[in-house]
């Protein structure tokens, strides 16, 4: 099971005097195999938006349990009350929502020419963020297949919130990447996805001249209650193995990309896909 290095589930928490905050190592969240869960994960047949009433992982657990403390300690720019929710009329069924405070209070967007953009440390960038916004770090045991460069992972709050556990997963931000996927960064963020037993627990990765607001490498994740359209759009198998596919029924064209699960063939479809990109791709 996954635990802190010390194996005490307070661990992931703050000291609750702030001027111990500084000194104060970040909790890693070390997890394996037996962690990621392909399978079995369902939205319930009632009260399927109510985060309280579904099972909680490990990531689950430790994800909810920091991200609620920062909240009570104010290291957000709002505090984020129940958003108004609408599933809008129509074939799609978009989920909409109002958040009137992110569009307010949230940091000015840097200014983007390029996709291929340069990382400016002059800009903020997430080494200049307050040490108490650090939740964990995600820690992938050795017995994990892979051939790609064992990254640590940064999961760390988003001050202007969209939804609740709102957090962002930024890939050894000493390193100063520009906002462009890489291997070890989509890999994150899939296995972020398989250590959690919420249906709802999304993740995603937007580039620049794609509504990245921000020139450091990160992903978001949060909860969001909803099914989203693309769960249940149909598609096409456009190869003979069945690894890509072309989604169907969306007001936008997208592809889907297949594995059975954690494994060899999900670490060979990661390794390929950020390599392909090409230099006018906005995500």
């Not at 108490?132 to 202007?160: A, C, K, M, W, Y």
Request: with cysteine.
């Amino acid at each position: 099971m996954a635990l802190p290095h010390d194996s005490n589930e307070t661990s992931y928490l703050l000291p609750p005097n702030n001027e111990d905050w500084d000194g104060q190592a970040i909790p890693d969240f070390v997890y394996g195999q037996k962690d990621l869960m392909a399978e079995g994960i369902q939205w319930p047949r009632n009260a399927p938006g109510i985060l309280d009433a579904l099972p909680q992982s490990p990531f689950d657990a430790a994800l909810c349990s920091t991200w609620k403390q920062r909240v009570e300690l104010g290291l957000f720019r709002y505090r984020l009350g129940e958003l108004q929710t609408q599933i809008l009329p129509g074939a799609v069924g978009f989920v909409a929502q109002l958040n009137v405070e992110r569009g307010v209070q949230r940091r000015r967007p840097q200014t983007i020419k390029s996709v291929r953009q340069a990382f400016d440390p002059e800009q903020f960038n997430f080494n200049k963020i307050r040490p108490g916004e650090v939740l964990f770090r995600l820690h992938r045991e050795p017995d994990l297949p892979g051939t790609l460069l064992q990254e640590d992972i940064l999961v760390v709050i988003n001050v202007s919130p969209l939804e609740w556990g709102h957090v962002l997963l930024v890939p050894e931000p000493a390193r100063q990447l520009p906002q462009r996927l890489l291997p070890g960064a989509l890999r994150a963020g899939i296995e972020a996805v398989l250590l959690s037993l919420h249906p709802g627990f999304r993740v995603g990765f937007n580039s620049l001249g794609g509504l990245a607001s921000v020139n450091h490498l990160h992903l978001h994740g949060y909860y969001l209650a909803h099914r989203l359209p693309v769960e249940q759009a149909p598609s096409e198998p456009l190869d003979p193995g069945g690894h890509l596919h072309l989604l169907q029924g969306l007001p936008a064209p997208g592809f889907l990309f297949y594995t059975r699960g954690p494994g060899p063939d999900l670490e060979s479809l990661i390794s390929r896909i950020p390599g392909h990109q090409p230099d006018q791709l906005q995500v």
